[in-house]
């Protein structure tokens, strides 16, 4: 529990849970083992050097080392242990209280002992050399100061260049104090040269840069920012010390003309004269930054410490007072967040009258502090209003005179829930209004180079995500109040997401897609808005968001987009290609006066692009290296989905005949190579024999008789026929490539990513193809490409035939909102969770490119690699084989597992699996890292690396239903141990409802990962990570949902297919979904990433699944009881449907992950034992 709180980032809970365990005498599991205790220790003492509680940290550090008090620190040198536990904390701490005005001279005196026994003085002087330069300072002795101060630096180099390269966190910790350090020789260089701190230009100067410089506010943590600004103050402390000594004549005068820039203002309060003021304003100005910084890191006591003690400063000056009340308010409104609603109201409403009783006058003079006011009082407002209208009974848990105090705010006298919550909404409206008014003016009235743009792009969002939030609890029908200004919300959500776009701002440009989807539902409000302002804003800033807008074209609403598209089209056309042709296929358009001009507007568009038809003969090209076999499958597929439908669609079945005959029954098609050949050579007669010239007979067929004759065809052609290695045989155009002869240059595909402005000139053109092609051992044997760039490297592909991978392109669209999340995520960025992403680049529906990752390998490969010949003989999928026939009695195939799920009893299916499962040793995965190891720092680093990227992938994974998850769906990196997951044809629960063997587990956590992480297995680093990465998730649950709607807009062939699967199969489903719908199977599988993000039990989505893909099958009861668990073993079983905590949540995904009641009844080709 500690560990988890601390990780949330309350270490003084923490620090009080571990504090409880040291003292606790009684313990029902037995006495926990002297590590354990020392482990507690130190994770005490780190709490409280987080919270920079001097006195308890120094009081936590020497209670042990004797039982007197004060406590004797000789007693130190009596035991290594102290030496190496307790004495960097209590040197922390005692150096702390004494540069914060203490009188306690223990810790000199044992310095000053130190100093003269040599075995003491080296290791005092190899350790703590930054400590005894701070000493030094106190004492005024700066010449030994400077001695110790560049001792440390040399300590620095040397020890930081021996951490290796992979303990990234390491090294970032070392790098994390050298700010401090450097910090203490600049002000040692300052202090020993006196006509620095006898001018007021070079003081002032100091002041300055440390104004302007540092730490980060959410990656560096507060014990690093207590170094720095304590260090600050001091040496501010120190100069003034200094100053006082300097005779009034020659103190602070200035000779020499002022150097440029040297009347720049000390952090806005260059107008001070008196150099007290200007260090008494810096001191203020830095403390008030570290309180922000401990707010955004959630380390609510020190943000609380610092601010109480700033509160009398900041009464003095009118800008001091303001700024501390924002600041205040800003904290509250981050600290009520994980409360109940009632505690919310009593929290946030002790802002309002700090807030409301602000100096006016100030605030009318400067326009970013009168933004600022506004949108705080705003925003506490929407939090009372949102408190009040999720939980209606929590007025009456709170005290009347803070009743009294809302219902005068309202402006009702009833206290009724709605009227409150109304009250407080308008409110809240007409607060941020102003802010964005101000915000308006301000950038009406200066150049954007010249003003606050972080500042205005705040006031539009806060006012658009007001307004938004408002709509959306309207759309889902939930505690949705309808008061008049709603009808004017979409508009001015618009307008003002616009205006940031226009500031080029990164939130209103992750935000885009809620945008279309308002333009699509509200267009009487939206659409000429959109239509006219869009123009102003650059291009290219859309550009990650071309597939969203390629599927509005043939909408009433493209005239938002067509604007956009157009100039993406001009300036940078090879970023709009292929996703141009690939949703081209698939418009349809409207009969009707807007419907005709959306159709001149694309085949205007097309105009404009691939004017050489080079892109054309790229994709053409790309096709030839698609299995021919395998495009005929497809075929067969399609066709057959179309003769099974109650009106068949001639046009339809004329185009798929005319398609596939001319791709593989044409002598004279354009680009062939030998291989295509060969195949047209040995089946277009057999073609035209069974389905007629141009497939004339398919017409009239019957779709089972169809079925069996082209089936018939098809076993044929799979028998031996090795595809070749080389690129001529499939593409002579690829392999003879020569750029100098095309009419337009083609870019390597992948490059425009639209987070910054593309540059095309520079972009890496292609220049040929490397004439060896690698052959895959997967079903479709997609084929490796590397393309040779004009920048003289090497790109490879893989060349993946007869899939629509705009699904496995938006997923990885997906990750990099996610990645946007994490980052924006303190707990997250601080321990660098990022999804590790790569380009997927679609060209039409069934060809399409993805980047090839170098240095990686299959989980499968580097499992098996590791294993003895005797360890792979051993077999087990026989083992589990022979057991799945043994139950199912003449059923085979995939009949077998119905049978086993309705006979096997839960004890009887854990015997048997953990039977199987003792086949396969239990510590590849630890072997396999010791071998890539060289260190033993080197393997913790790998196997950390490994355990939190492949957590944090389980867990986004689980968010978007990624299924299908066996060992060779999984790639290691080599170099780094990170996980990246590939192939994503099974997403948004497919796998569970679709797949003939139902897929029970969330991910993939067998037995492997678990003894990789010995002794903590899930429960410690995998853990936290899932939690820390869910919670950032859950923290913006819109983000993700607006961008999972180009699902709904435009739908892949895979979820065209499924829809139809889904109809097929029925069920008692059918009567809560109208299937008259357009794009109702989207809408469900959107919806049911919601339900995951608002806290659904894993089981529960488990089983709505199931109800929707196998209600009719004889074992779907069995299926249900498997995914629910039970009480008495299941954690699931014992948790609500609904509204689970994160951690809950993680703790039943986890409990049915590594469940061996469900393992135990995978499809073998899952491999669970491994």
């Keep these: 529990m500690a560990l988890l709180v601390e990780a949330k980032g309350d270490y003084a809970e923490a620090a009080r849970l571990y504090d409880e365990a040291l003292n606790k005498d009684d313990w029902p599991d037995g006495q926990p083992i002297e590590e354990e205790k020392d482990f507690w220790e130190i994770a005490a003492l780190e709490c409280y050097d987080h919270l920079t509680e001097w006195k308890a940290l120094a009081c936590c550090a020497t209670v042990n080392i004797d039982e007197k008090l004060p406590a004797n620190l000789e007693n130190i ?45 080296s290791l005092i002087e190899t350790h703590y050399n930054q400590e005894l330069a701070l000493l030094y300072i106190l004492q005024d002795d700066f010449d030994r100061a400077k001695y110790y101060a560049e001792n440390c630096m040399q300590v620095f180099v040397q020890n930081y260049s021996s951490i290796d390269t992979l303990m990234y966190k390491s090294r970032l910790t070392k790098l994390q104090h050298i700010q401090a350090l450097t910090e203490v020789q600049d002000f040692l260089d300052f202090i020993t040269k006196p006509y620095c701190y006898n001018s007021q230009d070079s003081v002032k100067r100091l002041l300055r840069i440390w104004t302007n410089r540092y ?43 002022a150097s440029p820039g040297s009347e720049m203002e000390v952090d806005g309060y260059g107008d001070e004269t008196d150099i007290g003021s ?86 009318n003079k400067n326009s970013w502090a009168f933004r600022d006011h506004n949108i705080l009082l705003g925003t506490t407002y929407h939090i009372i209003g949102n408190a009040v209208n999720k939980d209606p009974t929590s007025l009456e848990s709170i005290e009347q005179n803070k009743v009294n105090q809302l219902l005068e705010s309202s402006g009702t006298t009833t206290a009724s829930a709605e009227q409150v919550a109304t009250g407080m909404y308008r409110k809240a409206l007409n607060y941020l209004k102003v802010a964005a008014r101000k915000a308006e003016e301000v950038v009406q009235s200066r150049a954007v180079d010249y003003m606050d743009t972080a500042g205005a792009i705040e006031a539009y969002m806060s006012l658009a995500e007001f307004c938004d939030k408002r709509l959306r609890e309207k759309e889902e029908k939930r505690n949705a109040i309808d008061f008049h200004e709603t009808q004017t919300f979409p508009a001015l959500v618009a307008e003002n997401m616009l205006k940031a776009l226009k500031l080029n701002s990164k939130e209103a440009r992750l935000r885009f897609p809620r945008l279309l989807q308002l333009v699509e539902w509200y267009p009487a ?152 050949t060969k195949f047209i050579k040995a089946y277009a007669k057999q073609f035209e024999d069974k389905f007629g010239k141009g497939g004339t007979k398919v017409l009239t067929m019957k779709a089972k008789d169809f079925r069996e004759t082209a089936m018939s065809l098809f ?28 009419k337009n240059e083609l870019e390597i595909p992948g490059q425009y990513d639209g987070k910054s402005k593309p ?78 992403t790569y380009q997927v680049i679609p060209m039409t529906t069934r060809i399409g490119l993805i980047e090839w990752l170098e240095n990686t390998c299959t989980l499968k490969e580097f499992l098996i690699n590791n294993m003895t010949e005797d360890e792979r003989n051993r077999k087990p999928s026989a083992q589990y084989s022979d057991w799945l026939s043994k139950l199912a009695g003449k059923n085979t195939g995939v009949l077998r597992y119905c049978q086993m799920y309705i006979k096997a009893s839960r004890t009887e299916t854990i015997r048997a699996f953990r039977s199987i499962e003792g086949l396969v040793p239990e510590d590849l995965l630890r072997r396999a890292f010791m071998k890539m190891s060289t260190t033993p720092e080197a393997f913790l680093a790998l196997r950390s690396h490994f355990a939190s990227s492949h957590a944090l992938m389980c867990v986004s994974h689980w968010l978007l239903g990624i299924g299908d998850r066996h060992l060779s769906n999984f790639m290691i990196n080599m170099e780094t141990g990170g996980m990246v997951g590939i192939d994503f044809g099974h997403a948004f629960g497919s796998a569970t409802q679709f797949l003939p063997v139902p897929e029970l587990m969330p991910f993939r956590l067998t037995r492997q990962f678990l003894n990789l992480m010995l ?18 998730y859950r923290t913006h649950p819109d983000l993700l949902l607006n961008t999972m709607d180009v699902f709904v807009k435009e739908p892949s062939l895979d979820w065209k297919n499924f829809e139809i699967k889904q109809l097929k199969k029925g069920g008692t489903w059918t009567a809560e979904v109208n299937t008259n719908e357009i794009n109702w199977y989207p809408v469900q599988k959107v919806n049911c990433a919601r339900q995951k993000l608002e806290g659904a039990n894993p089981s529960l989505i488990t089983c709505n699944e199931l109800h929707l893909g196998h209600e009719k099958m004889p074992a779907y009861k069995s299926y249900i009881a498997v995914a629910k668990g039970e009480e008495s073993h299941n954690i699931r ?38």
């Design 525 to 676: 409000e939206t659409l000429d808005l959109m239509a006219s302002e869009v123009s102003s804003i650059p291009c290219w800033q859309f550009i990650g968001w071309i597939g969203q807008m390629m599927a509005l074209l043939d909408k009433p609403v493209a005239v938002a987009v067509q604007h956009i598209l157009e100039e993406i089209a001009e300036y940078y056309p090879q970023a709009i290609d292929y996703p141009f042709m690939i949703s081209s296929e698939n418009f349809s358009f409207e009969n009707s006066a807007c419907g005709h001009k959306n159709k001149e507007f694309v085949n205007r568009l097309k105009s404009k692009l691939d004017k050489g038809e080079v892109v054309t003969d790229f994709i053409h090209a790309l096709e030839q290296l698609t299995n021919p076999e395998m495009i005929f499958k497809d075929w067969v597929d399609d066709m057959s989905n179309e003769l099974e439908k109650p009106q068949k669609d001639k046009a339809c079945l004329k185009k798929l005949c005319d398609d596939m005959f001319s791709n593989l029954a044409n002598f004279q098609a354009p680009g062939l190579g030998v291989f295509r």
């Design 215 to 257: 730490p980060d506010a959410k990656m560096d943590p507060i014990n690093v920012w207590d170094d720095i600004i304590t260090n600050r103050c001091f040496f501010l402390d120190k100069i003034q010390e200094h100053l006082a000594k300097v005779p009034g004549d020659d103190s602070m005068e200035v000779d020499e003309a």
């Design 77 to 121: 040198w009596n035991d290594p242990f102290y030496q190496d536990t307790y004495l960097p904390y209590v040197m922390r701490s005692k150096v702390k209280l004494l540069q914060l005005g203490e009188e306690d001279q223990s810790l000199l005196t044992f310095i000053d002992n130190a100093m003269k026994v040599e075995e003491k003085k």
């Design 278 to 363: 200007m260090i008494k304003c810096c001191k203020f100005t830095m403390k008030l930054k570290m309180a922000e910084s401990a707010r955004k890191q959630n380390n609510f006591p020190v943000a609380t410490k610092l601010l109480k003690e700033l509160h009398r400063e900041s009464k003095s000056r009118d800008d001091w007072l303001i700024k501390w009340v924002h600041s205040y308010s800003r904290f509250i409104h981050n600290r009520c967040q994980n409360q109940s609603s009632s505690e919310q109201i009593s929290t946030v409403i002790k802002t309002i009258p700090l807030l409301e009783e602000s100096k006016q006058d100030y605030l």
């Design 715 to 742: 076993d044929k052609m799979r028998g031996p026929n090795p595809e070749p290695g080389n690129l001529k045989e499939y593409s002579p155009w690829m392999s003879e490539f020569k750029p100098e002869f095309l």
């Design 759 to 836: 540059m095309p000139e520079y972009h890496t053109k292609i220049i040929g193809f490397d004439e060896r092609v690698k052959v895959m051992a997967s079903i479709r044997r997609p084929k490796r490409l590397i393309i040779r760039g004009n920048d003289e490297k090497d790109h490879p592909f893989l060349v993946k035939g007869g899939e629509d991978l705009r699904q496995d392109q938006r997923i990885e669209q997906l990750f990099d909102v996610m990645n946007i999340i994490l980052s924006q995520d303190v707990a997250c960025s601080q321990r660098n969770l990022q999804l590790k």
């Design 1133 to 1170: 079983a014992q948790k609500h449907d609904e509204k689970l905590s994160v951690e809950t949540q993680v703790a039943c995904l986890i409990d049915q992950a590594t469940d061996p009641n469900i393992l135990g009844r995978v499809w073998e080709g899952w491999e669970p034992w491994m």
């Design 1015 to 1032: 002794p903590m297995k899930e429960s410690g680093l995998i853990y936290s990570v899932m939690i820390h990465g869910l919670r950032a």
